[in-house]
């Protein structure tokens, strides 16, 4: 394959007060459907014909980047589906296009998502020779009941396997687990957490098991058969996690993530700031600027309706909406106060033209949801995360 002009190197150090610019490239196949997913992934039983989509995301870059001008590029994220279905050389030629469009320096983060089920050693090692130096790992249980309830291909052996080979290969490494689990203690999760920690390098995200509408999950829910734990337990199991991963040495920075201070994820930050990110791929999301103007993109879902678009028009958007300042001000509110460090209000009030409302700002502050740091920034404190939502909206109005 042929290399591509970046790698994992010491040069390169983000500016972390910029949000950044972000490309993002969702490749839609998985084996199979899990049972809680909502997200735009397929199961395909013909193999998929991946240079076909490669000069797809190739013909789809060449869009963006007329949308764009010449940006440099901070983060790069492959997600899905299961990006580790894909050829080596497929990544190989993502990337390369990506190079070729943008300016991409020595050392950014270039993350893939993996499924244990789907991890070979060749093929991770053809990832890194490519230039993915970081990999997220699904893991989503450490137990193999769990596993099996949450409808993954893989076991715990797998997934132990996967991460040690990440560990190996890639510079960074980060994985996922799911708790709130039916009938899961605040013990059980304890002692899963805590194993959880010991095999991990600079990363963790755990996710809530939330029931989306539309997934086999949902229906089972409805008819009164899946029972998960309440708002009371939920918030429990959320606090032990905090406390866990504080004493452990990989805080929250983010509602779900956790990190060894400098091990945050870099293409994560830059939707949580509010930053720019191109969306590449069926059903991918971005948030543009493009003469003067913030525009939120949306690309068709489904695989082969994406294709025979971007064949014909040259990309696959379906949506194309100009965002008013006041839409960005709300969704800057609600992306950063997901974060630890929370929004920067300067930005916020020349969005939005306003102040936070006095009266509903110190309710907040008084019931103990939110807090000052300085004049210049705002941020949720752990009893306001969990009713962020709650908070949010009073803070919009």
């Known amino acids: 394959m042929t290399a591509v002009p970046f790698d994992m190197r010491p040069s390169f150090t983000p500016d972390l007060s910029d949000p950044g610019f972000g490309i993002y490239v969702h490749w ?3 084996a199979a459907k899990c049972p809680y997913c909502d997200f735009n992934s397929h199961v395909r039983h013909q193999p998929v014909d991946q240079p076909r989509f490669v000069q797809a995301f190739l013909k789809e870059m060449a869009t963006m980047r007329r949308m764009t001008g010449s940006r440099t590029v901070t983060s790069i994220f492959m997600g899905g589906g299961t990006p580790s279905l894909m050829a080596p050389e497929t990544v190989d030629a993502i990337l390369n296009g990506i190079a070729r469009h943008w300016h991409v320096p020595d050392g950014i983060e270039i993350t893939m998502e993996a499924n244990p089920s789907s991890v070979e050693a060749e093929r991770f090692r053809g990832y890194r020779a490519a230039g993915v130096n970081r990999v997220s790992l699904g893991v989503q249980a450490l137990n193999d009941r769990d596993l099996k309830f949450l409808g993954r291909l893989h076991d715990v052996a797998d997934a132990l396997k996967a991460i040690r080979l990440a560990r190996d290969i890639f510079p960074r490494m980060s994985f996922d ?4 689990r039916p009938n899961q203690t605040v013990e059980d999760w304890d002692r899963e957490l805590k194993e959880a920690v010991s095999y991990a390098v600079d990363h963790l995200s755990l996710y809530q098991l939330t029931i989306e509408e539309g997934t086999p999950f949902y229906g089972l829910h409805k008819a009164g058969k899946l029972i998960v734990p309440d708002g009371e337990q939920s918030a429990v199991l959320y606090e032990a996690t905090q406390e866990i991963t504080e004493r452990e040495g990989m805080p929250a920075y983010e509602v779900s993530n956790h990190a060894r201070p400098g091990s945050e994820s870099r293409h994560n930050l830059t939707y949580w700031r509010y930053g720019d990110y191109v969306g590449i791929g069926p059903g991918a999301h971005g948030r543009l600027t493009t003469g003067g103007a913030k525009i939120a993109t949306a690309t068709e879902r489904k695989p082969e309706g994406w294709l025979s678009l971007v064949e014909a028009e040259g990309h696959g ?17 609600l992306m950063g106060l997901r974060l630890k ?23 907040l502050i008084e019931h103990g949801f939110i807090e000052r740091l300085g004049n210049s920034r705002l941020r949720c404190t752990p009893a306001g995360m969990l009713i962020l939502d709650a908070v949010v909206a009073d803070l919009a109005c």
């Open 177 to 180: 687990l799911i708790y709130a």
């Open 341 to 363: 460090e929370g929004i920067d209000l300067v930005r916020w009030q020349a969005l939005s033209g306003r102040e936070p409302d006095p009266d509903r700002e110190q309710f």
């Open 317 to 333: 958007m379906v949506d194309q909406e100009l965002l008013e300042r006041e839409a960005q001000a709300d969704e800057l509110l």
């Open 28 to 30: 839609p196949f998985c």
